[in-house]
């Protein structure tokens, strides 16, 4: 009642996947086939593990790479991003071991973007510090904390104050 031809190929199949098996594995039918399928169920698994680890793999290399530059890895992947540098991590790290002067052209230009931040970043902390000092000088000067009655719109003591120091600065200049 069964398709014998159709078996035969079946079998033939399993038996060529069976190849190598140790023991039993690879002469018994049965054993044969949970030999095969479970080897298939490695194989998808593993096929999977094997990008993950490649992605480990690259991402230790150019951190090492980096790290010899004076950077840390997670600061170099986020600035290349905010350069707009379309190389992967398997790119750079092939880059870091094999051209080792390009990689250092990038980790150069990765330190540029990192000054340039700071600096904004120093020059935005000063800002709001002049700020935060001129308030405080108008209200110690105007008393504001004092007489509460005194409803003096701090903006525009701000800007007073501003035309001020550009009237002195045009007078000394």
Excluded at 45 to 59: S, T, V
């Amino acid at each position: 009642f069964r398709n014998a031809p159709a078996m035969t190929v079946r079998k033939d199949k399993i038996r060529a996947l069976a190849k190598g098996f140790y023991g039993r594995r690879k002469n018994v039918w049965t054993l044969q086939i949970n030999g095969v399928e479970k080897a298939l169920q490695y194989a998808y698994r593993d096929r999977r593990r094997k990008k993950r680890e490649w992605r480990k793999q690259w991402i230790q290399q150019l951190g090492a790479g980096v790290l010899e530059h004076g950077i840390s890895y997670s600061r170099f992947i986020s600035h290349l991003a905010n350069l707009k540098v379309l190389l992967n991590r398997k790119m750079l790290a092939e880059l870091a071991q094999t051209e080792p002067s390009s990689f250092r052209c990038l980790v150069e230009m990765v330190r540029d973007r990192m000054a340039e931040q700071r600096k904004v970043q120093l020059q935005g902390a000063i800002e709001r510090l002049r700020q935060e000092t001129a308030v405080e000088d108008l209200r110690r000067e105007w008393n504001l904390d004092k007489d509460r009655r005194k409803k003096i719109d701090i903006e525009a003591l701000l800007l007073e104050r501003e035309r001020e120091i550009i009237q002195k600065a045009q007078k000394g200049g």
